[in-house]
């Protein structure tokens, strides 16, 4: 037989597969466990966007919508951005609806960047932009800023350092705040100080807010406001409005940006299902404020959840946005985190994600995602609790 695999694309067969979801197939089939693994709100979509979307199919909407998405999704998610966040893009020109922020991503370096360029990405940060490496944009270098000494967060002088080291290569800054999956927030001041540092230079900031509404102690602050013409804006309805499923996200740039990331879009995906874009701009246009109820039960449980978890001896920064949780594995076990989140699951049924997985910086961490019910946080707490007891050195 021919071993065809050879003839797959350069990089590709070498490319990792995603180690979150290789472990979420193996702690979901194990009975009774507490799943602290989830990257999505445990909640329903809110009826009246699930009326939305009814109606869409009920209405035939099951033509093609336009390619960069329905006039009315895209004029609905330029208002809520504009309301909201101060954040303003003409919906003709200057929005795109993708499938999820996830292809908003994926667009958005395919259309940006060249063989030789480099992204800059702050660790530890969620996978979609490490997984670029061997798989999406051949040739592109990934140069990673570990932020565990900064509070998780990058600061103006590393990001200079790595202008001072590269220059003309580095084309993108990659951003995410709330942050997953430390759920740390910048403030205005600190996202002004990292726009100065890229400021007219030719490098674009990716800017993926897909968390911007869950926000639980100071206001969200965006990189938009103070370099608008070099961000590459990025939400979407999934965590919000709780609709991973329905498959929507927006990118937004200025025209000349995003009619060329449009291009990848057509290319790729040609646009998304119709009444998903329906319910999508029912969510921005008369959702306003739905993220408020899920907000203030998300409050309760991270408050639960960090308090029980620094009690058992895990050490960790509160969170300030997001639905996570990043502890650092207590002394008395081995810090190899993905050893622990399998002996932990296999022990005590308790399912987290290795903190390896955000890349560098999050060796010795483990995620917890707070999208599950208190009752769960409180079983799982009580599991870990007598795990640590048993199993320390
Ligand atoms: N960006 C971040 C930071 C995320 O955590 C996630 C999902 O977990 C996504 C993007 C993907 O969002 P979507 O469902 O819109 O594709």
Request: contains cysteine; hydrophobic residues 35%; charged residues 25%.
């Amino acid at each position: 037989m021919v071993d065809l695999i050879k003839y797959v694309r350069k990089g590709l067969a070498d490319a990792p597969s995603n180690p979150i979801l290789k472990f979420s197939d193996y702690a979901g089939k194990i009975p009774d466990v507490v799943k602290f693994t989830l990257g999505e709100p445990d909640f329903n979509t809110p009826d009246h966007i699930k009326e939305a979307a009814k109606r869409g199919v009920d209405e035939n909407h099951s033509h093609y919508a336009p390619s960069n998405g329905t006039i009315g999704l895209r004029k609905a998610a330029s208002q809520f951005l504009s309301k909201k966040y101060g954040q303003n893009y003409d919906p003709e020109t200057e929005v795109l609806v993708t499938n999820g922020v996830t292809e908003s991503i994926f667009d958005s370096v395919l259309a940006t960047l060249n063989p030789g360029d480099i992204m800059v990405v702050p660790t530890p940060l969620f996978p979609l932009y490490m997984t670029d490496e061997g798989v999406i944009n051949e040739g592109v270098e990934i140069v990673k800023v570990n932020t565990v000494d900064d509070g998780f967060k990058l600061t103006p002088e590393k990001l200079q350092k790595v202008i001072d080291k590269y220059g003309d290569r580095v084309r993108m800054l990659v951003m995410n705040y709330p942050t997953n999956p430390t759920g740390v927030m910048y403030s205005q001041d600190e996202l002004d100080a990292l726009a100065d540092v890229i400021r007219d230079k030719p490098i674009f900031a990716l800017c993926d807010e897909i968390y911007s509404e869950l926000n639980y102690d100071q206001p969200h602050a965006s990189m938009e406001k103070s370099l608008h013409d070099q961000v590459i804006l990025m939400n979407g309805v999934s965590k919000s409005w709780a609709m991973t499923g329905y498959r929507i996200g927006i990118v937004c740039a200025p025209e000349n940006i995003l009619q060329q990331i449009a291009k990848v879009h057509q290319a790729i995906v040609t646009t998304e299902p119709t009444p998903m874009q329906d319910a999508a701009e029912e969510a921005f246009k008369n959702g306003m404020d739905d993220a408020l109820p899920m907000k203030e039960e998300f409050q309760k449980r991270r408050d639960a959840l960090y308090s029980g978890l620094t009690k058992i001896g895990f050490e960790c920064a509160k969170p300030q946005g997001a639905f996570y949780i990043f502890a650092k594995i207590p002394e008395g076990f081995e810090q190899d985190d993905t050893k622990f989140i399998y002996e932990l699951v296999d022990k005590a049924k308790v399912a987290v994600t290795a903190g390896s997985s955000f890349s560098e910086g999050g060796e010795g961490y483990i995620r917890f995602s707070y999208a599950v019910s208190m009752d769960q946080i409180e079983e799982g707490l009580k599991r870990l609790e007598k795990f640590v007891k048993e199993n320390k050195k």
